[in-house]
């Protein structure tokens, strides 16, 4: 069993998921990016994940729709959305269905790395409570 925080990475800018790997795997993250919302909800379908990275402004499918895809299929995935059209409302939707964070672009990797630091630190705490039974 690896301790390593499974993250899935999806933007349909391919150079955002080009930036986002290697400095998201920098910090020992299991990182896999996809550019194709269709695509990236079909591999939620098949693994869970720990932390999911998702753009809200997509072709098809946008972001609000893969956090309630994600919420679906676990309740303990956290959603981090990531913006450059950020506006108080969709801040406010995205947290009001269960996004843990919401991030406007152009942002630093390291920016992003904190909120993932900051929601790893909320999955570990989570977990022990289950394990101590006190929920």
Excluded: W
């Excluded at 994940?49 to 303990?76: C, N, P, W, Y």
């Amino acid at each position: 069993m690896s301790n390593k925080l499974r993250t899935l990475v999806l933007d349909d800018e391919p150079i955002v998921c080009k930036r986002l790997k290697p400095a998201l795997e920098k910090n020992g993250y299991d990182v896999e990016i996809f550019e194709d919302p269709a695509k990236a909800l079909k591999r939620i379908d098949e693994q869970e994940f720990d932390i999911v990275v998702t753009d809200i402004r997509m072709e098809d499918v946008d972001g609000i729709q893969v956090l309630e895809h994600v919420r679906a299929h676990s309740k303990r995935t956290k959603v981090i959305i990531i913006t450059g059209y950020a506006t108080v409302e969709m801040a406010r939707e995205a947290l009001a269905k269960g996004a843990f964070d919401f991030i406007a672009k152009p942002f630093k990797p390291d920016d992003l790395r904190a909120v993932i630091a900051k929601a790893a630190k909320e999955l570990k705490s989570e977990k022990s409570e289950d394990h101590t039974g006190s929920k």
